[in-house]
């Protein structure tokens, strides 16, 4: 990607965040719509990956971010204590 289309993009967004969520609805739609112009072979296959763990337990727990941040910490201390 060019870096005025990186650029492009970033001043695309910073407008899209001022915008109410109707008019960003409206942004998505048309974007949809100039993606379907595009010729098949040029696209390149988006997954989203929205809901993967959905039912997969992950609900059940209370507080995920400070579980995540104690996994991290055991992590980066079983690294620290690795000789090199």
């Known amino acids: 990607m060019r870096a005025s289309t990186i650029e492009d993009i970033e001043q695309i967004k910073k407008m899209l965040l001022k915008m109410p969520d109707e008019k960003v609805k409206e942004v998505e739609d048309f974007v949809a719509f100039v993606y379907t112009k595009i010729n098949p072979k040029e696209r390149k ?3 989203k ?3 993967i763990w959905k039912g997969l337990g992950f609900e059940k727990i209370s507080d995920i ?4 941040a104690d996994i991290r910490q055991g992590t980066e201390s079983r690294i620290a204590k690795r000789s090199l």
Not at 65 to 68: D, G, P
């Open 45 to 47: 296959k988006i997954e």
């Open 49 to 51: 990956l929205e809901g």
């Open 65 to 68: 971010e400070q579980e995540i």
